[in-house]
Nanobody, 122 residues
Framework: QVQLTESGGGLVQAGGSLRLSCTAS????????MGWFRQAPGKEREFVAA????????YYRGSVKGRFAISRDNAKNTVYLQMNNLKPEDTAVYYC???????????????WGQGTQVTVSS
């Protein structure tokens, strides 16, 4: 069982930055691919970014490429999402997720955090 705890959300003006953190309980963090998803009001949850287990392979949805960066520190059991040049359309609840094994497009994730709100004002 893995428990995920997100932090770092908040209110920011358009063009600003936030860094989300997600810390996992338990051991064997490096066995999990990690992802960030978001859900805006009235919309379905969507993929934002993912990081492979230990290699430096990262994946992004098109609308955040060049603005967001996912990274992980396996020694701290933590994955980060650095979000720069934020736009009002980035407003959503952001969720961290962990999936055993490596990442591939469309894979499911096994564990989810409770979410953290990101609000970008225009």
């Amino acid at each position: 069982q893995v428990q995920l705890t997100e932090s770092g959300g908040g209110l920011v003006q358009a063009g600003g930055s936030l860094r989300l953190s997600c810390t996992a309980s338990g051991r064997s963090f490096s066995l999990y691919a990690m992802g960030w998803f978001r859900q805006a009001p009235g919309k379905e949850r969507e993929f934002v970014a993912a990081h492979s287990r230990t290699e430096r392979n990262t994946y992004y949805r098109g609308s955040v490429k060049g603005r967001f960066a996912i990274s992980r520190d396996n020694a701290k059991n933590t994955v980060y999402l650095q979000m720069n040049n934020l736009k009002p359309e980035d407003t959503a609840v952001y969720y961290c997720a962990a999936g055993i094994g490596d990442y591939y497009a469309g894979r499911s994730f096994d564990y989810w955090g409770q979410g953290t709100q990101v609000t970008v004002s225009s």
